[in-house]
């Protein structure tokens, strides 16, 4: 993705059951892709985000970590 940004919509007729939060069907989010995962998080931590603990995708087998979205300014 480099300087570019890339906007990704995703719309499949029959998804696969994913009941679980944050990723189940149906629920709107957004995604960022960084470049050090640990900094990212480190940084969220010292802002008072609350957030799940990082994992792996078991459909995909990258990382991610979920977030509540706050009313909040940082």
């Known amino acids: ?3 570019t940004y890339v906007v990704e ?3 499949f007729p029959n998804p696969p059951a994913r ?11 957004l995604a960022f892709e960084v470049n ?3 900094s990212a998080v ?6 008072g985000v609350k957030r799940e603990p990082i ?3 078991e459909y995909t ?3 991610l970590l979920g977030m509540e979205a706050q ?3 940082y």
Do not use: C, I, Q, V
């Open 1 to 3: 993705m480099g300087d």
């Open 9 to 11: 919509l995703f719309s």
């Open 19 to 29: 009941p679980s939060y944050p990723e189940a069907a149906g629920l709107r989010h």
């Open 36 to 38: 050090n995962l640990a």
């Open 42 to 47: 480190s940084e969220l931590d010292s802002k």
């Open 55 to 57: 994992r792996t995708d």
């Open 61 to 63: 087998d990258r990382w």
């Open 71 to 73: 009313e909040h300014e």
